[in-house]
């Protein structure tokens, strides 16, 4: 209980000044160069608007990953879940999915807030650090380790090397979430499949989140610049729908983690 309420705490204070800075960047009118994406006209279809954000539908759509991060956070104050596993009884593991998913929010808020270099490249870090989590726990569940440090330390060292890769190969980050995502499908079949150490549920929470997810994909498709659901003077952007879709999925997926037995 103290644990899990001193991560809703964190996660409060860590949005707060993420925020804070935000605020501040935006105030002194977002120094650095422009993304790559405004040069070439393609910039997920929000015409850009006067005032210190450039896109608000798709800027203000993120808060969506900071309700269910506090969300998560505040549910791992409550009573432990039926199963154990490290999701419901290692402190660390709960908080840092619930602070990752929060964290998704603002590295988007950033980049379509200004549309700068440099927050492109942080709205792609904030899902690597996502994705790759989610990624890495699995694997360690598959061999059955709980180690923190152990995991830890290949978080650390695997996100080091997406972010060398992110910066020496420009317009990558799609490509590397892609990749990420498509990984982490394949070592969830294996877990389903039952041929490591963690047995959990597809019914209902993954199946929910896939549904959940490919819809996302679809509206972020067709709604992108120049596709046939794209209308720029519109406030009702589908990119902005894409984020409160993915926010959901993250939820389901934590859900669905905490059904391993």
């Known amino acids: 209980m103290t644990a899990g309420l001193a991560g809703f705490w964190l996660g409060l204070i860590w949005f707060a000044a993420l925020l804070v800075t935000f ?7 977002w120094p650095g160069s422009d993304d790559e994406c405004v040069q070439q006209s393609a910039c997920y279809c929000e015409r850009f608007r006067g005032g210190m954000v450039k896109q608000p539908s798709n800027t203000w759509s993120n808060l969506a990953f900071v309700l269910v991060g506090l969300l998560i956070l ?10 154990r596993n490290p999701m419901t009884t290692e402190p660390f593991y709960a908080i840092s999915y619930g602070l990752l998913v929060i964290t998704l929010g603002p590295g988007s808020m950033f980049f379509h807030a200004s549309m700068k ?8 870090l904030s899902m690597f650090f996502f994705v790759s989590f989610v990624l890495i726990y699995d694997v360690f569940r598959l061999i ?11 978080y650390l060292a695997v ?3 997406l972010f060398a890769l992110r910066l020496s ?14 990984l982490t499908v394949v070592i969830e079949v294996l877990v389903l499949a039952n041929l490591g150490n963690a047995h959990r549920e597809f019914l209902p929470w993954l199946l929910t989140a896939l549904l959940i997810f490919g819809a996302a994909i679809a509206v972020w498709s067709l709604s992108n610049t120049g596709g046939p659901l794209c209308r720029p003077e519109s406030w009702f952007q589908g990119h902005a729908l894409w984020h409160i879709l993915t926010a959901a999925t993250t939820g389901f997926v934590y859900l669905y983690l905490l059904t391993e037995v």
């Open 169 to 182: 190969w420009a317009g990558s980050g799609t490509w590397i979430f892609g990749s990420l995502v498509a």
């Open 74 to 83: 505040l549910s791992a104050a409550g009573a432990p879940a039926e199963a």
């Open 144 to 154: 059955g380790s709980e180690s923190v440090p152990g995991f830890a330390l290949v």
């Open 159 to 161: 996100n080091a090397a």
């Open 117 to 124: 270099g440099w927050a492109g490249i942080l709205d792609n």
């Open 23 to 29: 605020l501040a960047l935006g105030a002194v009118g």
